[in-house]
């Protein structure tokens, strides 16, 4: 967490400018999915947002990315769901659980609570939106 030293967050030089992504195409350029929820007059900042992406064989989770914005100072990965999912069968149940996972230990801040059930919610959905894809 970079309290009190924000410009320790990243590794990029003193006015840098990102000016573009390079995305490999790779086992999880098939099924990804991208999930945001904000107010509905708000266009540019979400709520809460979630990325995923799975690595499949056939039903069969091999490998498992899955990161959210909105609910700390920075893009947050979620390991600890992500090991779960490796090996499990693609589904409704599993994505529930790997939701559950990620929000079990969450501290929110005092006026922050609000945003556990629609993280949770929002994994679920991109999740199974990522079979989709």
Same mark, same amino acid.
């Given at each position: 967490?970079?309290?009190?030293t924000p410009s320790l967050d990243n590794t990029l030089p003193q006015n840098a400018l990102i000016t573009h992504i390079?995305?490999?195409?790779?086992?999880?350029?098939?099924?990804?999915?991208?999930?945001?929820?904000?107010?509905?007059?708000?266009? !540019?900042?979400?709520?809460?947002?979630?990325?995923?992406? @799975?690595?499949?064989? =056939?039903? $069969? #989770?091999?490998?498992?990315?899955? &990161?959210?914005?909105?609910?700390?100072?920075?893009?947050?990965?979620?390991?600890?769901?992500?090991?779960?999912?490796?090996?499990?069968?693609?589904?409704?149940?599993?994505?529930?659980?790997? !939701?559950?996972?990620?929000?079990?230990?969450?501290?929110? @801040?005092?006026?922050? =609570?609000? $945003? #556990?059930?629609?993280?949770?919610? &929002?994994?679920?959905?991109?999740?199974?939106?990522?079979?989709?894809?």
């Amino acid at each position: 967490m970079p309290e009190n030293t924000p410009s320790l967050d990243n590794t990029l030089p003193q006015n840098a400018l990102i000016t573009h992504i390079e995305i490999p195409i790779g086992p999880f350029s098939k099924n990804f999915a991208y999930v945001k929820l904000r107010e509905r007059t708000s266009y !540019a900042f979400a709520l809460v947002s979630v990325a995923s992406a @799975l690595h499949l064989e =056939g039903d $069969k #989770i091999i490998e498992a990315r899955l &990161a959210s914005g909105g609910v700390a100072h920075k893009p947050w990965r979620w390991y600890e769901a992500e090991n779960y999912l490796k090996g499990k069968k693609a589904s409704a149940e599993t994505f529930a659980k790997a !939701a559950s996972i990620t929000t079990e230990n969450i501290k929110p @801040l005092s006026k922050n =609570g609000y $945003k #556990i059930p629609m993280l949770k919610g &929002a994994i679920e959905t991109a999740l199974q939106n990522s079979l989709k894809s």
